[in-house]
């Protein structure tokens, strides 16, 4: 079993920036592979961001590229979101969620997810 919980969400304006924590527990925490998602009230849950067990590998939805920036210190057993640029549309609660070693844009291939914290945009 693998426990998530998110932290670090919050009301901020366009343009400002956000870290979003997701501090993990449980089994060995460098074998996984961590991605975030978000929800925006009225839509489905999307990918946002994934990075694989090592950290040498990332990727990101097109909405945020340039924007945010995934990364993790397996020491800590935490993986971060950067969001840098804030819009609105960012506007959303992120979760973040675990599977074995390599990361993936799909949700329904993790296993763990935390409870997610709300990030809001607004001026």
């Known amino acids: 079993q693998v426990q998530l919980v998110e932290s670090g969400g919050g009301l901020v304006q366009p343009g400002d920036s956000l870290r979003l924590s997701c501090a993990a527990s449980?089994?060995?925490?460098?074998?996984?592979?961590m991605g975030w998602f978000r929800q925006a009230p009225g839509k489905q849950r999307e990918f946002v961001a994934t990075?694989?067990?090592?950290?040498?590998?990332?990727d990101y939805a097109d909405s945020v590229k340039g924007r945010f920036t995934i990364s993790r210190v397996n020491a800590k057993k935490t993986v971060y979101l950067q969001m840098n640029g804030l819009k609105p549309e960012d506007t959303a609660l992120y979760y973040c969620?675990?599977?074995?070693?390599?990361?993936?844009?799909?949700?329904?291939?993790?296993?763990?997810w935390g409870q997610g914290t709300q990030v809001t945009v607004s001026s």
């Open positions: 990075i694989n067990w090592s950290g040498g590998n990332t």
């Open positions: 969620a675990a599977r074995l070693y390599v990361g993936s844009y799909f949700q329904t291939e993790y296993d763990y």
């Open positions: 449980g089994r060995t925490f460098s074998d996984y592979a």
